[in-house]
């Protein structure tokens, strides 16, 4: 099963529902009351598995942030900023575009050019530290790189990135070249101090992407 079919059809499914209910006159129009629809059908998806395991965990969460949290949980909004994301970047199915070579050098360039320290050429086998003096940083493992780009340059395996900057803006500027990424670690990963995160061949990850803040509904 396709994560990202299936998590489409999740939030989908959820907000036709809340539509409908609220059009039939089942709940009120506001915030409170749509979240609490919203934690409520969540929980129940989960409980009758209603959709297949790949998005369990996305279930999981927005049960138990729901019952932390309550109305500032916000389900409806994350539900509508992932139907967002995701329809605009799969319009189809999960088809994308192939993930280039050379789309990761120009990212390279971008980050350099906005002042970023970038670190590809070399090996990363066990845990290292890069001295950046407060300056934001991009590392790549090379022998990932040659093991995730064939030869015709698409990405066909996953690649691992480590970072260390401020996240809505350097997800912005993966997205501006064509990658979406997944989040692995916030901080603590075999680079001391960035978090790790991972590009998907065709942006086709089994779980759920760091969402670009301008692809927000």
Not at 58 to 69: A, E, F, H, K
């Amino acid at each position: 099963m396709s994560y990202i079919i299936e998590i489409k059809s999740v939030v989908d499914t959820a907000l036709s529902e809340l539509n409908d209910a609220k059009a039939a006159g089942k709940i009120q129009s506001n915030p409170v009351s749509e979240d609490s629809f919203l934690c409520r059908w969540v929980a129940q998806s989960a409980k009758r598995q209603r959709f297949d395991p790949i998005v369990v965990k996305d279930l999981t969460s927005w049960v138990q942030q729901g019952r932390s949290m309550g109305k500032n949980a916000n389900i409806k909004g994350q539900m509508e900023h992932i139907a967002a994301v995701y329809h605009d970047q799969f319009p189809e199915g999960d088809e994308h575009a192939p993930i280039m070579l050379s789309q990761f050098e120009d990212l390279l360039t971008d980050l350099e050019e906005n002042d970023w320290m970038v670190h590809t050429d070399q090996e990363i086998n066990r845990k290292m530290r890069v001295i950046s003096d407060g300056q934001h940083s991009f590392v790549a493992n090379s022998a990932a790189l040659e093991k995730s780009f064939n030869e015709e340059g698409e990405l066909v395996k996953p690649l691992s990135v480590y970072v260390r900057g401020r996240e809505p803006q350097f997800i912005e500027m993966f997205l501006s070249h064509g990658f979406l990424a997944t989040k692995v670690t916030d901080y603590k990963s075999i680079i001391k101090y960035h978090g790790e995160y991972k590009f998907w061949p065709r942006n086709q990850a089994n779980c759920l992407v760091v969402l670009p803040e301008s692809l927000k509904a």
